[in-house]
C-alpha cells in the first residue's frame, strides 16, 4: 500500500512569506504528526492531530499551525517565515485506536529553505 | 516529562563486526520505545518497538534491542554490520492515550560503516 505523501519535495520562499506543506498519510491512519527537523535542534515535535482535531501541540509559536481533513489528509501552515525556519518538515502517520502510537511511517519530508 | 539520550553521537564500526547504539529514557510508566534508521535525505524508517512482554525485540535488517527497565535502557544492536547500515539512528520514546501521538526522539546517533 502507499506510503506518507509528503508534497512537495523542496520549496525555496523568502523572508516574511508564508507556506503550506501537504501530508497524505497511510489509508486508515487517523493520526498524523509533525516534526521539524534541523541539525541544531535535531527533531522537534510540532503538532499531531487526530480525527481532525489538534491532540498536542509542541512549543512552537503561533506562525505554525495545521489542519487535517476528514480524510485525514494534514496541511501545516507558517506564516511571516524567518530564516530560521528552514529545516526538514516531516510527517509521520500511525495506526491504532489513538490511545498507543504503534510506530510511526514517516514521510520523505519537505526540505523547506528560507532567503 | 519523558526524554531520551544516546550518549555517542558518532560512532565507527567496521564492515562485518558488531553494533550496539545506546539509548537512556526517562519516562514515568512503562515506555513505548522504538528506534528509527534515516539515510541522508529522508524521512524516518521504523526498525523496531517495544510495548510490553519479552524483553528482547526483532526488528527489520537484522536488528534487535533489549529493554532493560533497571537502567532504564533500549540498546540497539546488530551483529554484523553491514556497509548499507551506515546512517542515522534515532531511539524514541512514545506517550500514550490523548499523548500518543507526540513521540520525544533522543538527537540521533551517526553510523559510519568502514570497509
Given at each position: 500500500k502507499a506510503g506518507v505523501t509528503q508534497t512537495p519535495r523542496y520549496l525555496i520562499k523568502t523572508r516574511g512569506q508564508q507556506v503550506t506543506l501537504s501530508c497524505s498519510p497511510i489509508s486508515g491512519h487517523r493520526s498524523v504528526s509533525w516534526y521539524q527537523q534541523t541539525p541544531g535542534q535535531g527533531l522537534q515535535f510540532l503538532f499531531e492531530y487526530f480525527s481532525e482535531t489538534q491532540r498536542n501541540k509542541g512549543n512552537?509559536?503561533?506562525?505554525f499551525s495545521g489542519r487535517q481533513f476528514s480524510n485525514s489528509r494534514s496541511e501545516m501552515n507558517v506564516s511571516t517565515?524567518?530564516?530560521?525556519?528552514s529545516a526538514l518538515y516531516l510527517c509521520a502517520s500511525s495506526q491504532g485506536s489513538g490511545k498507543a502510537n504503534y510506530g510511526y511511517t514517516f514521510g520523505s519530508g519537505t526540505r523547506l529553505t528560507v532567503v | 516529562a519523558q526524554s531520551v539520550t544516546q550518549p555517542d553521537i558518532h560512532i565507527t564500526v567496521s564492515e562485518g563486526a558488531s553494533l550496539e547504539l545506546r539509548c537512556n529514557y526517562s519516562y514515568g510508566a512503562t515506555p513505548y520505545l522504538f528506534w528509527y534508521v534515516q539515510s541522508p535525505g529522508q524521512g524516518l524508517q521504523l526498525l523496531l518497538k517495544y510495548?510490553?512482554?519479552?524483553?528482547l525485540v526483532q526488528g527489520i535488517k537484522g536488528f534487535e534491542a533489549e529493554f532493560k527497565r533497571s537502567q532504564s535502557s533500549f540498546n540497539l544492536r546488530k551483529p554484523s554490520v553491514h556497509w548499507s547500515d551506515a546512517a542515522e539512528y534515532f531511539c524514541a520514546v512514545g506517550a500514550q492515550?490523548?499523548?500518543?501521538g507526540k513521540s520525544t526522539f533522543g538527537d540521533g546517533t551517526t553510523l559510519t560503516v568502514k570497509p
Open positions: 512552537f509559536p503561533g506562525r517565515l524567518e530564516l530560521g525556519d | 510495548f510490553s512482554g519479552d524483553t492515550n490523548t499523548n500518543a
